[in-house]
């Protein structure tokens, strides 16, 4: 999502990647949500106002968009995370937002495919 946010300048696979894929076929986690405000939060502690509240303003269009594809991490999610977790705890918010994409039958589209491989969720790198 925040490669997207470059326009011209963002990676050409990701931007064939939103060309070749309708809207209405996207779709965001309510964790992918919550990582970006982690982010902002991070970006305004360290001091950098402007750009914590023009990254809010873009997660605020963001969640507008996606207003009715934004999935969230339910109990059935959560029996497919624990199962993700038993062998390894490491990464948890990955495994759940792996949980979220295997309960829908989607792909996690990613330039981090490592840390999600373990998981069984099929994975695309649009950077790639």
Aim: charge should be positive.
């Amino acid at each position: 999502m925040a490669e997207a946010r470059k326009g011209t300048r963002a990676n050409p696979g990701v931007m064939q990647f939103f060309q070749a894929t309708p809207p209405a076929d996207r779709y965001l986690s309510a964790l992918t949500i919550g990582e970006i405000r982690r982010g902002i939060e991070t970006i305004r502690r360290r001091g950098n106002l402007a750009q914590a509240q023009k990254l809010e303003a873009w997660l605020d269009q963001l969640v507008l968009e996606y207003a009715h594809r934004i999935l969230a991490f339910d109990m059935d999610c959560a029996q497919v995370w624990a199962r993700l977790m038993a062998p390894d705890t490491s990464l948890p918010i990955d495994k759940q937002i792996s949980a979220i994409a295997l309960i829908h039958g989607l792909d996690v589209v990613t330039r981090n495919t490592r840390d999600f491989s373990a998981t069984g969720v099929r994975l695309l790198n649009p950077f790639s």
